[in-house]
């Protein structure tokens, strides 16, 4: 599986599939070793791609965010279960994307 994306919202993207569920799915699998690795890696590319968005367009960020809250709402109502994988990888992926927003001061309710 390819866990190097893009953009940050690729990790939540529903449009063609729930990839929540199938990128928590295939993290379940990966060795506590593996998943240290992954997690750090994944930190890096939303952190990185957070922080270029924010400099290149600073009203879009905003936008972003709730782009990305919504898509989590959508994959838990596409998702037949809730699992430990699925909290993991949401631990690691949605955290640091809300971290990120709180660090900057800008937090989302729903």
């Known amino acids: 599986m390819n ?3 893009g953009k940050a919202t690729d990790y939540f993207d ?8 199938e990128y928590a799915e295939e993290y379940g699998r990966l060795s506590i070793e593996e998943q240290r690795v992954i997690d750090l890696m994944i930190k890096e590319r939303i952190i990185g791609w957070l922080e270029q ?3 290149i367009n600073k009203e879009l960020i905003t936008d972003i965010g709730a782009m990305i809250v919504d898509d989590i709402y959508r994959a838990g109502n ?6 430990d994988p699925v909290s993991d990888y949401l631990g690691i992926t949605a955290k640091t994307v809300m971290d990120w927003y709180t660090s900057k001061g800008i937090t989302y309710t729903i």
């Open 3 to 5: 866990w190097e994306l």
């Open 14 to 21: 529903n449009r063609e599939k729930i990839s929540i569920s």
């Open 53 to 55: 968005v924010e400099d």
């Open 78 to 83: 596409l998702m037949y279960s809730y699992s």
